[in-house]
């Protein structure tokens, strides 16, 4: 079965450029989740999917991040225009019920480089 | 302040060697914690999970160990071998009393370096 996976593994881009990452879950899943990583910081949280719904997007920095997951399926994350503090490790993950204690499976993360 | 602190930053110990990585939660209403294990360009993989009723989990060599009352956690690793040199990460859920939200809050996590 394969794992969660994301695309692209790294990026770099220019401040005020777009670019939108993408990830596709361990097939089943109907939680999907969008973590980041900045530099010498701990992962946070940014927004949790269910199926195509939002279900919790508190942890999105600014109206500058969209999440979309069309379908139910696979998800993106546009970052409109990018800002040099928005470098760093986006981490998708996905579980397959919204049981608090189900495990959450991590994609191998998208780095992005913000020059 | 972050509310999942942990301890030591880093360690370095000789292969065979056993060790224990700490955990200090702030984290209220609490769920569950886990601990994970991150390798280098990798994603992070669950190792254990234990909720507020457990005290101690097991996953092979690894041996977690949760006080809910002093909101502790320990991470025991036994007869350590070269492929456990990673980052472990101490994850804290809170409790959503079945509403919506699974988010997880993260530690720094240590860097554990095993030698040959």
């Keep these: ?115 | 302040k972050n509310q999942v602190e942990q301890s030591p930053q880093s360690l370095i110990i000789l292969e065979g060697k056993n060790c224990t990585l700490q955990c200090n939660y702030t984290v209220s209403p609490f769920s569950n914690l886990r601990w994970y294990k991150q390798d280098t360009g990798r994603g992070p993989v669950s190792l254990t999970i234990m909720t507020f009723s457990e005290n101690t989990k097991s996953n092979g060599r690894y041996t977690a160990t949760l006080d809910a009352d002093t909101k502790q956690s320990s991470l025991h690793i036994t007869a350590s071998q070269l492929s456990d040199s990673a980052s472990y990460i101490c994850v804290v859920s809170p409790d959503n009393y079945g509403g919506a939200t699974n988010k997880l809050i993260f530690g720094t996590g240590t860097l554990l370096a095993v030698q040959p």
């Design chain 1, 1 to 115: 079965e394969a794992g969660v996976t994301q695309f692209p593994s790294h990026s770099v881009i220019e401040k005020g450029q777009t670019v939108t990452l993408r990830c596709d879950p361990i097939s089943g899943h109907d939680n999907l989740y969008w973590y980041r990583r900045v530099m010498g910081k701990e992962i946070k949280f940014l927004l949790h999917f269910v199926k195509e719904s939002k279900q919790d997007e508190s942890g999105m920095p600014n109206n500058r991040f969209l999440a979309e997951r069309t379908g139910g399926t696979y998800s993106t994350l546009k970052v409109q225009p990018a800002e040099l503090e928005d470098s760093g490790v986006y981490f998708c993950a996905s579980s397959q019920t919204r049981l608090q204690t189900d495990t959450q499976y991590f994609g191998p993360g998208t780095r992005l480089t913000v020059l």
